[in-house]
């Protein structure tokens, strides 16, 4: 059994995941040493954070991608993320990567944070009034007919509830 | 060293022991994560781009309510141990201060005037931030809300019809709103209950971290408690949520020291009087050490145990007792080894309470 890495004498009980500046680091202690920091195992072997999750945040956000291996050499023309980076680095680089990866960050959302539908503040940027104002459900119809083209008829569905409510 | 004499309470208001239940809470913090929609992100911006993010929302600044004679910190004209200096203080994250890996990014700034400031080029362009003492969730984010809308009128921010505001990293898109409270739970820790509550929080969409945050280890039983999902939910329902999870903790830990002072008085007691004791007389204490102590000073305080000692003092040692506050007081500690500097932090805190003592 592995030792304790704080006293360096019992057998390590606890495993501790933490991130750390985007690395997942685990902390082995014993059971009188986790104690002291405020951790307890409920068992032997447990682990008392929701690590699990955690591994999906930060330096492992976009490991368990799901979608890339439909689309693995999709490139952001914005800012040239590639999918590669995003499953490496679990960050965007711009706006447009938003669309540039949509149906795997769809589904990274709905694992993350249980829906993708934002429904807090809303939001008009000061020069919303500077072009020709596009029509939500314009935009949706767009998104539809290009999701049905590509055969995602998963995302189509969703795209379509949404320009149900919309209309 | 800079100069923080002009902020108010040298940027530490958050720290004054005011505000509801600040016996247990010591601070809220409620932060938006916002992105100019124009720019790209910190991860794929350059230097130039980065200045510009710098130049232009210094610019919007200007004309708020909040931080119209805010002070500019550039980060990346600053040295490490100013760096690290403002990190302690709670007013930039360890990755702004670049103290990780040694480099501190271009651009990387810190607007700041009394409880409300913003991280400039952290991952994401900007990060609101408002800071308060004790349990004080609506006033926290009514201050951020205020400038977020006022900063929105001037600038243009990254937003999705239906994800929301856009950031950065995907675990804060929506919202981008990440409220935290510092708290006290050492009749929790004592009667060995924390593990459920620990547990519970990652049961109801909480997490918890310790006093430095995002990777810090807990110590002295001071845990930040925040929420972990930022969409799908209205920054109404995520600060009721995390308040009313909260107000439970807090329940619970004031019965664990209830039962703690029914039924092992001698120990307790005890136990917060040789911490105070050791504070008032050591002559060696490690930044570790010095937190546990405050941590038992505090338990001690807040029963009423330990007389003539305040709250105030205990919460501004916590920070004043770390590493960069103690090399910027004791001039040239740079060069000391750590058991000279452990032996500066004793002198320090036996300072600061036989001070106390002559004030009260």
Known sequence: MMRCQHCDERDAVVHLTQIIENQVTTMHLCEACAAEKGIESSGPGTMPLNTEFLATVGKGVGAGLPGMEDAPHATCPTCGLTMQELRDLGRLGCVDCYKAFEGPLRELLRRLHGSTTHVGERYTPPDAGDGPPVEEATELRERLKEAVEAENFELAAELRDLLRTAE | ?360
């Not at chain 2, 935290?180 to 620990?198: A, C, D, M, N, Q």
């Not at chain 2, 050791?278 to 002559?283: E, G, N, P, V």
């Not at chain 2, 058991?339 to 106390?356: G, L, N, P």
């Open chain 2, 1 to 360: 060293m800079i100069d923080l004499s002009l902020l108010s309470d040298g940027g530490m208001p958050w720290l004054d022991a005011s505000g509801a239940h600040a016996d247990l809470v010591l601070s809220t913090r409620v932060r938006l994560a916002r992105n100019l929609r124009d720019r790209r992100f910190g991860l794929k911006n350059d230097a130039a781009e980065r200045a510009e993010v710098l130049v232009e929302v210094e610019a919007a600044t200007r004309d708020t309510e909040a931080l119209s004679g805010a002070m500019l910190l550039r980060l990346d004209r600053l040295e490490s141990d100013d760096r690290a200096l403002l990190h302690e203080r709670h007013l930039v994250s360890r990755d702004l201060a670049g103290l990780e890996t040694g480099n501190v990014r271009p651009g990387a700034g810190l607007i700041v005037q009394n409880r409300v400031g913003i991280m400039l080029n952290e991952e994401d362009h900007l990060r609101l931030q408002g800071l308060q003492s004790g349990f004080a969730l609506p006033e926290a984010y009514q201050e951020v809300n205020a400038l977020d809308s006022e900063l929105g009128q001037r600038l243009a921010f990254a937003f999705h019809p239906e994800f929301g505001y856009l950031t950065s990293c995907p675990t804060n898109v929506g919202t981008g709103l990440r409220a935290s409270v510092l708290i006290h739970l050492p009749g929790l820790v004592l009667t060995k209950e924390i593990t459920k509550v620990l547990q519970g929080l990652s049961q109801v969409g909480l997490t918890f971290r310790g006093l430095y945050g995002e990777g810090s280890e807990v110590v002295g039983n001071f845990f930040q408690l925040s929420n972990q999902t930022t969409l799908a939910k209205s920054e109404f329902d995520l600060l009721d949520h995390l308040g009313k999870m909260v107000r439970q903790i807090v329940e619970y830990e004031e019965q664990a020291r209830h039962i703690l002072l029914r039924d092992a008085p001698a120990v307790i007691e005890d136990k917060v009087w040789r911490a105070y004791g050791l504070l008032c007389h050591a002559r060696s204490l490690s930044v570790e050490e010095t937190m546990n102590l405050l941590s038992g000073a505090r338990l001690g305080v807040a029963l009423g145990l330990i007389p003539n000692v305040s709250l105030y003092t205990l919460n501004k040692l916590l920070v004043l007792t770390q590493p960069a506050h103690l090399a910027a007081r004791y001039q040239g500690a740079a060069g000391l080894t750590p058991s000279e500097i452990d032996i500066h932090r004793a002198s320090y805190v036996r300072e600061t309470f036989q001070h106390e003592d002559r004030t009260l």
